[in-house]
């Protein structure tokens, strides 16, 4: 059986990190993603357990106290935790546990276990990054910016991060993440 390794995956919202890690679980059979706590209202379509644990935030408070998570961090006004139990649970089965989750957070399971690996998914360049977030044009030029600004602070902490994958063309993308997890799994 392969080691269980912690593979931690960031970058700019607009960079594509959810479809990356969704190709990633399909063709890593060990891979297993960990699901979040949040104080952030469910989206349409957002499901109790699956898309994330939704907590109110004296609940996510308790529980931080408690060392119920293995980081967390204040996103956007709302936070976000990596609940601890399920990760070393899924480790100790020898999967291959995938976070995708922003910086701060990155960095604190970095301090914390060093031999995580961290990946920050970049992208291809800030025009087309801007393209990306405008999408179908539904956004406010307002939202856009600040979510410039806040791509723009993601991206100076890229060398912190074990490798980069730039995301432009999705297949290669994905072809590269997963060498990485298998190389990585098979390196022990
Ligand atoms: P969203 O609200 O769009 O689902 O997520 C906002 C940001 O929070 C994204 O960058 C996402 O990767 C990050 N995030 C999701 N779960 C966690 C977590 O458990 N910890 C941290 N630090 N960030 C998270």
Not at 11 to 33: F, M, N, Q
Not at 123 to 128: G, H, K, N
């Amino acid at each position: 059986m392969r080691t269980g390794n912690l593979f931690v995956i960031s970058g700019p919202s607009g960079a594509g990190k959810g479809t990356l890690v969704a190709r990633l679980l399909e063709e890593v059979p060990d891979a297993w993603v960990s699901v979040s706590a949040t104080t952030r209202l469910p989206r349409p379509g957002e499901k109790e357990g699956v898309s994330y644990f939704f907590l109110d935030k004296q609940e996510f408070l308790d529980l931080a106290r408690e060392d119920g998570f293995l980081e967390w961090a204040e996103y956007a006004g709302n936070c976000y935790g990596t609940p601890l139990a399920s990760v070393q649970r899924e480790m100790a089965a020898g999967k291959q546990v995938i976070l995708e989750i922003e910086v701060q957070g990155a960095l604190q399971v970095k301090e914390k276990m060093p031999e995580a690996r961290l990946v920050f998914i970049e992208p291809p360049s800030l025009e087309e990054l801007e393209r990306r977030l405008r999408g179908r044009g539904t956004e406010t030029d307002d939202v856009v910016r600040k979510r410039m600004d806040t791509a723009l602070v993601e991206l100076s902490h890229k060398m912190e991060y074990d490798i980069r994958l730039v995301n432009d063309n999705l297949g290669e993308a994905v072809a590269q993440l997963v060498a990485y997890v298998n190389e990585t799994a098979e390196q022990k």
